[in-house]
C-alpha cells in the first residue's frame, strides 16, 4: 500500500509539471519603448488620415499628400528641397493675386516659403519617435483594449514584434495641427513601389516655380521691325531684377506684345524664355499681317509687355540619383 501510494504521488509530481505554462503578459511600458525603438529604426514610414497619405523617409525624402487646412497639398521631396502642387485657391490664401495663384496652381511649386511646414524634417521616422517620446504623460501606464496599448492616445500593438499604430497630432507640436483632429495611423511602406513614385515624381517637375520670392521684369527697349509681306517682329530689351532670395533660380520671363496698324487691326504674339537672374536680354516675338492688294503705306506700332517669376533649375538624373542612394537598386 505504501508503494501504491508513492507511485501515485509521483504521477500527480509529473503531471504537474507537464501542464503547458500560460506566456507571461507583455509589459505595457516595455511593449511602448519597443515600438518607439522600431519605427526610429525604420526605411520609411506612411502616415495615414482621411483622404491623405504622406509617405516619409529616414533620409527626409517625402512623396504625397499632406492636409493643410481646407486643402490637400500634393508633396515631394527631393534633393533636400520640397516641391508642392495645391490649388489656386490654396495660394490665394498665402496672399498671392488671383492670375499669380492661377499660375502657381497650373504646377509643381518649390515651397522655399508658403507651406507650414517641411515634412521630410519633421516626419522622418526617427524625428516622430523622439517627438512621440516627450509628448509620453509621465507615471502614466498604457492600457490594454482592442488588441494595442494605449498610452495618452499613443497606440502600439500588444503583441510581439510591437509596432506603433497611431497617434494625436498634437504630439508633433503645433505645426502638425494642420493635420486636423484625425488620429494619424502609421503603416508599411513597399519601398520598390516609394522608388518608382519618387522618379515618376521627378520627371513631372519640369521647371518649377518658386514660392517666395519675386521676379520684377521691365522693358527698358524695344525695336519693331516689318517687312513687306506682313511679317513683324518685336525685339525687347527685358531687365529682370530678383527680389528676395532663390539659390538655384533663373527668371521665367513672359514677354507679350500687340502690334497695331489702324488698317490691318492688332496682331499679338508671346513668348517665354528663361533668362538668368539679374540680366539683362533681348526677346522677340512675331506676328503675321494679312496685307490689302491695293498699294498704300500704313503705319505699325507696338506696344510690349513682360512679367517674370523665379523658377528652379532642377537636374532630373541627379534627383534620381539621390533617391537611389537612399533607397538602394529596390
Known sequence: MRLRGLAVL???LLVACEAPQRPASPDPRSAVDEALTALAGE???AYRVPGATLTVTKGGLVEGQVPVRDDTVRALRVGGSLYVRA??????????SAPRAERFGSQWTRADRGVPFDPGRLMA????????????????LPVQADGAFDLGGLRVTATS???????????????????GPHEIALGDVHLPGLRERLDEGVAELGQPLIAGPVVAARVTDHELRCTANGACTDTVRIDNRLLGAAPGAAARVSLTSAVTSDALGTRT?????VLPLDTAADVS?????TLPRTDGATRLQAAPSVTAEPVALVDPGALNRDIAAELGRV
Request: proline residues 11%.
Open 269 to 273: 504674339c508671346a513668348r517665354d524664355v
Open 87 to 96: 490649388s489656386p485657391a490654396y495660394w490665394q490664401r498665402q496672399g498671392m
Open 285 to 289: 516675338c512675331s506676328v503675321k499681317f
Open 125 to 140: 521616422p526617427q524625428v516622430v519617435a523622439a517627438a512621440l517620446r516627450a509628448a509620453l504623460p509621465v507615471g502614466v
Open 43 to 45: 526605411t520609411a514610414v
Open 10 to 12: 509521483v504521477l500527480v
Open 161 to 179: 514584434p510591437h509596432r506603433v499604430l497611431s497617434f494625436p497630432p498634437a504630439f508633433l507640436g503645433p505645426v502638425a495641427g494642420q493635420f
